[in-house]
T-cell receptor
Framework: DAGITQSPRYKITETGRQVTLMCHQTWSHSYMFWYRQDLGHGLRLIYYSAAADITDKGEVPDGYVVSRSKTENFPLTLESATRSQTSVYFC???????????????FGPGTRLTVL | KNQVEQSPQSLIILEGKNCTLQCNYTVSPFSNLRWYKQDTGRGPVSLTIMTFSENTKSNGRYTATLDADTKQSSLHITASQLSDSASYICVVTPRKSTASKLTFGTGTRLQVTL
């Protein structure tokens, strides 16, 4: 019962580099989400996906790119990392029935990203 | 702008004591309100979810209440344990919204001590 996993758990990179954070879920949930969590802010939605090949922007999408070719994977790419993208990133998924509005979101363990 | 405000920001209590965390929101109308527990270094885990028509929901020693008239929710923890030390996050979903409209509070950090 792997659930939802993220990799890497910790990442240090330099300004301007491309970074990809991976998210994998084993439940076949339709919806998947990427959030960032910073001190003084609640979790903020970056992007979400309702199904394979369907993605949409959240509250803070600038500087990020997502793709979803398979239901179980939802990678997040920082095309050219900036210091302001230093954060903890959480991936989440939810079941199909009722969609995210009524269903619980299950969160991964998070990736702590530091951009120097 | 829809907001979710949580209080207190942080709280320290002795093991075995009860405590109550508050969540005030401006989201209206809303579909549901959830409480999550987030242990340090981990992702949030759902504790309770209440629709706009529910007043209370329990999960073991955790009891959430909702007053839609005053737009307030509370999370009551009974007979606290050291393992209750965590951040507790309130999340409100507007009615007829998309995923981008979920509003997260900044959380209350609870520390339970001996």
């Amino acid at each position: 019962d792997a659930g939802i996993t993220q990799s890497p758990r910790y990442k240090i990179t330099e300004t301007g580099r491309q970074v990809t954070l991976m998210c994998h879920q084993t439940w076949s949930h339709s919806y998947m989400f990427w959030y960032r969590q910073d001190l003084g802010h609640g979790l903020r939605l970056i992007y979400y996906s309702a199904a394979a090949d369907i993605t949409d922007k959240g509250e803070v999408p600038d500087g990020y790119v997502v793709s979803r070719s398979k239901t179980e994977n939802f990678p997040l790419t920082l095309e050219s990392a900036t210091r302001s993208q230093t954060s903890v990133y959480f991936c989440a998924s939810s079941q199909t029935t009722g969609g995210f509005l009524t269903d619980t979101q299950y969160f991964g363990p998070g990736t702590r990203l530091t951009v120097l | 702008k829809n907001q979710v405000e949580q209080s207190p920001q942080s709280l320290i209590i002795l093991e075995g004591k009860n405590c109550t965390l508050q969540c005030n929101y401006t989201v209206s109308p809303f579909s549901n309100l959830r409480w999550y527990k987030q242990d340090t270094g981990r992702g949030p885990v759902s504790l309770t979810i209440m629709t706009f028509s529910e007043n209370t929901k329990s999960n073991g020693r955790y009891t959430a209440t909702l007053d839609a008239d005053t737009k307030q929710s509370s999370l009551h923890i009974t007979a606290s344990q050291l393992s209750d030390s965590a951040s507790y996050i309130c999340v409100v979903t507007p009615r007829k919204s998309t995923a981008s409209k979920l509003t997260f509070g900044t959380g209350t950090r609870l520390q339970v001590t001996l």
